[in-house]
């Protein structure tokens, strides 16, 4: 846990650089109340999935860049692929086999297309 104090975050994650303190400011003060209204801690996390911290992160990341697509490669039991929905558009997963767990997880989500595939290739 970080000090919220914003004297000791920016000098600790950012000495000297105000092109990060701009960053961080954006990323963190203005799009985690929109991570937080936005279901993510209602969904049903399973063991080796992704973090909320990494799920945030990227999802603060589209919100900068003002991605609305998202092409996931690998699977698993579709939590990152339903996090992902909730922040862009459209999400496209492919994996060499998806589980049906994942199948009935995305299910509801229109936003998501599943697809079956070698991502090496």
């Not at 911290?53 to 697509?69: G, K, M, P, R, Y």
Request: net charge negative.
């Amino acid at each position: 846990n970080v000090p919220q104090d914003d004297a000791v975050q920016n000098a600790s994650l950012a000495p000297g650089i105000p092109g990060l303190q701009t960053h961080h400011a954006f990323l963190f003060k203005q799009t985690v109340n929109d991570f937080v209204r936005s279901g993510v801690y209602d969904l049903e996390m399973t063991e080796n999935s992704v973090l909320f911290s990494e799920a945030f992160a990227f999802a603060a990341f589209c919100q900068l860049h003002e991605v609305d697509f998202v092409l996931e490669s690998g699977v698993y039991k579709g939590v990152s692929t339903e996090i992902w929905s909730l922040f862009a558009k459209d999400v496209a997963a492919v994996d060499i086999f998806i589980p049906p767990e994942a199948e009935a997880r995305l299910a509801r989500r229109s936003s998501v297309k599943l697809m079956t595939g070698d991502g090496r290739v």
